[in-house]
């Protein structure tokens, strides 16, 4: 005579069963497929630029904000002074409807200091009879296409050229070593406005063209920017 026994499983032999199950599933799931399946996606833009200017504020010792260019030649705006009143703490000043110069935290454009790569900028502003006698620095003197990032240094540091209350600024041009190979950028636009004397439509071309040579030990880079606008003065 054959006795039977039934098995009555409890809740904790389920739970063990079902975490081992489990498991076992997970580990078949994560097989890497074949070297010949894998798909990169790269993305880039203007989320690249985002993690570049975060990654420069979270490696400074001081507070630092700034401004990334999504790729050679593309600058967030077509003007400089437009890109810096996105940072917390500065406002611009307009002329003829464009930005020229900066305010940070309160103190006037002749109280900051502005640097192209570590070495101060001349102030190159011409009024209608004499040469600007103030430190304000005009920043539509430079095309957005050559500039590589924007660095506004609130609080001083050792390796930073001294003399701005307000803020050092540091534009950073495109450098041929820092994206090696040959790259090009070429852009045409034109602002159309009939409040103007003149033409109506303002045309801008530039371009950027940046190689390097001997394994990337040599380079060049050359930009080019041309705009025309109409404008006007009264005087008395």
């Known amino acids: 005579m054959k006795t039977h026994y039934r098995f009555k499983p409890k809740m904790l032999a389920l739970t063990i069963a079902s975490v081992i199950g489990g498991h076992s599933y997970a580990q078949e799931a994560e097989t890497p497929p074949p070297d010949d399946m894998v798909e990169v996606i790269e993305v880039s833009g203007i989320r690249g630029s985002l993690v570049k200017s975060m990654d420069v504020k979270r490696s400074s ?3 630092v904000d700034a401004i990334s260019a999504e790729d050679i030649g593309k600058f967030p705006d077509t003007n400089l002074a437009e890109s810096l009143q996105r940072i917390t703490g500065v406002s611009i000043d307009r002329q003829n409807n464009e930005g020229s110069r900066v305010t940070v935290r309160g103190w006037g454009p002749e109280f900051n200091l502005i640097t192209l790569n570590g070495r101060q900028m001349p102030s190159a502003n011409l009024n209608e009879t004499s040469a600007n006698n103030s430190r304000s620095f005009d920043f539509a003197n430079l095309a957005a296409e050559s500039v590589a990032g924007i660095e506004v240094y609130k609080t001083g540091k050792a390796n930073v050229t001294t003399g701005g209350i307000g803020a050092t600024i540091n534009i950073l041009s495109h450098k041929p070593l820092g994206n090696p190979g040959l790259l090009a950028n070429v852009g045409i636009k ?37 705009s025309t606008r109409d404008n006007y003065q009264p005087s008395a």
Not at 197 to 218: K, M
């Open 190 to 226: 034109g602002i159309m406005d009939d409040t103007r004397i003149g033409d109506d439509i303002t045309p801008e071309i530039s371009g950027i063209y940046s190689n390097t040579f001997a394994d990337d030990t040599i380079g060049i880079s050359v930009v080019a920017s041309r």
């Open 61 to 63: 010792s001081g507070v």
